[in-house]
């Protein structure tokens, strides 16, 4: 099992920042972790994702250049680092984990979070 509690989130100025925090408990040696996002009335999209050794890096195409993903394994923690921010960014933030990186970019992670609301004001 894989408990994973993301933190970070909040309401931000369009072109601001901020860093959310997805923190890891249980059995994650090997899991590659992932970042999706829900904006209100849409589907669950994905954002990020980095193999459990951070050599596989994958990012969405509306994020590219601005959100960088990373990991510190020994603190059992992903980050997901969020810059120039745009209203279309404000949805809710899920962490996900799962043995695959392509499981993870599919969205079909065997963990979740519970999701940190991200909201960003023009």
């Known amino acids: 099992q894989v408990h994973l509690v993301e933190s970070g989130g909040g309401l931000v100025q369009a072109g601001g920042s901020l860093r959310l925090s997805c923190a890891a408990s249980?059995?994650?040696?090997?899991?590659?972790m992932g970042w999706f996002r829900q904006a209100p009335g849409k589907e669950r999209e994905f954002v990020a994702a980095?193999?459990?050794?951070?050599?596989?890096?994958y990012y969405a195409d509306p994020v590219k250049g601005r959100f960088t993903i990373s990991r510190d394994n020994a603190k059992n923690t992903v980050y997901l680092q969020m810059n120039n921010l745009k209203p279309e960014d404000t949805a809710v933030y899920y962490c996900n984990a799962a043995l695959s990186p392509g499981t993870v970019v599919g969205g079909e992670a065997d963990y979740w979070g519970q999701g940190t609301q991200v909201t960003v004001s023009s």
């Open positions: 249980g059995r994650t040696f090997a899991y590659a």
């Open positions: 980095i193999s459990w050794g951070g050599g596989s890096i």
